[in-house]
């Protein structure tokens, strides 16, 4: 049995096809605008003639056709301009047609300008009961012509108001939609930096555990090895408190304090030590995947962690969305930061495929906010919307650092974040 075709939110999704960018659809208009015109030139007016002859024609065509290569920048004025021109051409004899014009420029108008008191309901029945009753009477024979085809256009018009007053609401919920996704992925990215807080403090505070017991048990015999002792506790300490106070304020800026994680089984967050394994798996999965590493030898955990993760997910978006290709991944830290970049080369030779975005949409390939690849990694690559990029946001963030993701010049798309470190480092020298 053939497989159904597939739907056009699938094809969007697996980046066969694409929605217009703003331009394309500018330019969409200024080609429909010509049509118009030379289709109202085209049209035989009403049988007593155009007052004006040819040239009031062509003056009335035009303004009733051009203006609508602007409409998605002036809707209400185009729609005044061409709603003016429609009804002063039929009373003038110059064209003979339903108000298509008028209709056209007040989709844009529903779609794009508030109208709250407008009753888009009532329009809607009675323009489709307009519509029904004209279809089911059939057209007049003699002079009422003109009057039925008044009638059709306002009925069309009406129509087209609630056409675009739909678009409009669905658009709404859509953004709605995706700005509560984007707040849900925030609270679960903070919730699991909390599980990570739970990590580190579990293993500092296991590790002074033990090296005050060896401290006690070696103070009178081995002061020298209590001694060592004691400056790791120290040591363990003092990355606690430092890695602790950055992720609290971070949590605490959310407005809500973290909740204290029973004994659940959690494990450590990797750090860079395990990043040869990740891109190795990445490589089985399909990737042409190189790592390359300078100097990130002796980060603080924290940094490590939220590392490990920024790549992490950059590579799980390349797999998701664009599939085998080439990518590369690079971490190099020079004492005061660490800088991490995720490219890829895009697929169908380099081709950016779109991502679901954001906030933050790849919004639009890795997309949120966005507006990610915004959003869209979201907007919005990322979870489904746009999670991925607003989870390695937060991340970096928590650090006071960088984060930036989108398409390259030549195809492909990069995820680049710095991470500082030095802010840390100084923290444990504290007294």
């Not at 298509?100 to 888009?120: C, E, G, I, K």
Request: charged content about 20%; overall charge positive.
């Amino acid at each position: 049995m053939a497989p159904f075709p597939p739907t056009w939110p699938t094809l969007y999704r697996e980046g066969v096809v694409r929605p217009l960018r703003r331009g394309e659809w500018v330019a969409v208009d200024g080609v429909t605008a010509v049509v118009l015109t030379a289709l109202f030139l085209a049209l035989p007016g009403p049988a007593w003639g155009c007052y004006g002859g040819w040239s009031a024609r062509i003056a009335l065509a035009a303004a009733m056709g051009l203006p609508l290569a602007l409409r998605r920048a002036r809707p209400a004025a185009v729609c005044a301009v061409v709603a003016v021109a429609s009804v002063v051409a039929s009373v003038a004899g110059a064209v003979r047609e339903p108000f298509l014009a008028v209709a056209f420029a007040l989709y844009q108008v529903a779609v794009a300008v508030p109208a709250r008191r407008v009753p888009t309901a009532v329009i809607g029945v009675v323009s489709a009961g307009v519509s029904v009753l004209l279809l089911v009477s059939g057209s007049p024979a003699g002079g009422g012509q003109d009057l039925v085809l008044h009638v059709a256009g306002l009925a069309l018009a009406g129509m087209a108001w609630v056409l675009g007053r739909a678009v409009r609401e669905r658009r709404a919920h859509a953004a709605r939609s995706a700005r509560r996704v984007a707040a849900e992925a925030v609270t679960e990215e903070r919730l699991r930096i909390a599980r990570e807080l739970h990590d580190i403090v579990a293993h500092h505070v296991g590790v002074i555990a033990v090296k005050a017991g060896v401290a006690n048990h070696l103070l009178a015999a081995h002061p020298e090895g209590a001694g060592e002792a004691l400056q790791v506790i120290e040591t363990a300490s003092r990355s606690a408190l430092s890695e602790m106070r950055q992720m609290l304020s971070v949590l605490r800026a959310g407005g809500s304090e973290p909740e204290a994680d029973g004994a659940d089984g959690l494990r450590p967050a990797p750090g860079l030590a395990a990043l040869p394994g990740l891109v190795a798996g990445a490589t089985a999965a399909g990737l042409t995947a190189e790592l390359r590493t300078e100097g990130t030898a002796d980060l603080p955990q924290g940094v490590q962690s939220s590392a490990y993760r920024v790549v992490q997910e950059a590579l799980t978006n390349v797999l998701k969305h664009v599939g085998p290709t080439r990518c590369r991944v690079e971490l190099v830290a020079d004492g005061r930061e660490l800088r991490i970049e995720v490219t890829d080369e895009g697929g169908a030779g380099g081709r950016s495929v779109r991502r679901p975005g954001r906030p933050g949409g790849h919004p639009a390939r890795h997309g949120p906010a966005g507006a990610d690849r915004a959003d869209g990694h979201g907007s919005g690559r990322g979870s489904g919307h746009g999670h991925g990029l607003i989870g390695m946001r937060e991340r970096v963030e928590l650090f006071g650092g960088r984060f930036r993701a989108g398409p390259l010049s030549g195809g492909g798309f990069a995820v680049r974040a710095e991470l500082p470190y030095r802010a840390v480092a100084s923290a444990r020298e504290d007294p």
